[in-house]
């Protein structure tokens, strides 16, 4: 069974870095497409960084340059960056899976965690 355990948020004032971390069981990590998405209160949940099983990234415009999605196959972990973090920024950010290839930003996940919470305080 799939299982996926975000960490690594918190509260960081604007301009600040926070790593997120998420923990990934019961699949074959490094054949998944892997993804990280966020939702702040009142908006829906959008995508912010997606990486494929050959490493290729997206990013969502609004995290370009900032963000860094990255993966360690051998310990079944992926990795959010974010750097020069902005208010705008805060929501709940969720890990996501999924065993199908894809292109770019949006695209369907099967697989999802429960969120780990970013506040940037201006």
């Known amino acids: 069974q799939v299982h996926l355990a975000e960490s690594g948020g918190g509260s960081v004032q604007a301009g600040g870095s926070l790593r997120l971390s998420c923990a990934a069981y019961?699949?074959?990590?490094?054949?998944?497409?892997m993804g990280w998405f966020r939702q702040a209160p009142g908006k829906e949940r959008e995508g912010v960084a997606v990486?494929?099983?050959?490493?290729?990234?997206s990013y969502a415009d609004s995290v370009k340059g900032r963000f860094t999605i990255s993966r360690d196959n051998a310990k079944n972990t992926l990795i959010l960056q974010m750097n020069s973090l902005k208010p705008e920024d805060t929501a709940l950010y969720f890990c996501?899976?999924?065993?199908?290839?894809?292109?770019?930003?949006?695209?369907?996940?099967?697989?999802w965690g429960r969120g780990t919470q970013v506040t940037v305080s201006s």
């Open positions: 996501a899976a999924d065993p199908r290839p894809g292109s770019g930003i949006p695209r369907p996940f099967g697989y």
């Open positions: 990486i494929d099983a050959d490493g290729s990234t």
């Open positions: 019961g699949y074959t990590h490094s054949m998944y497409c």
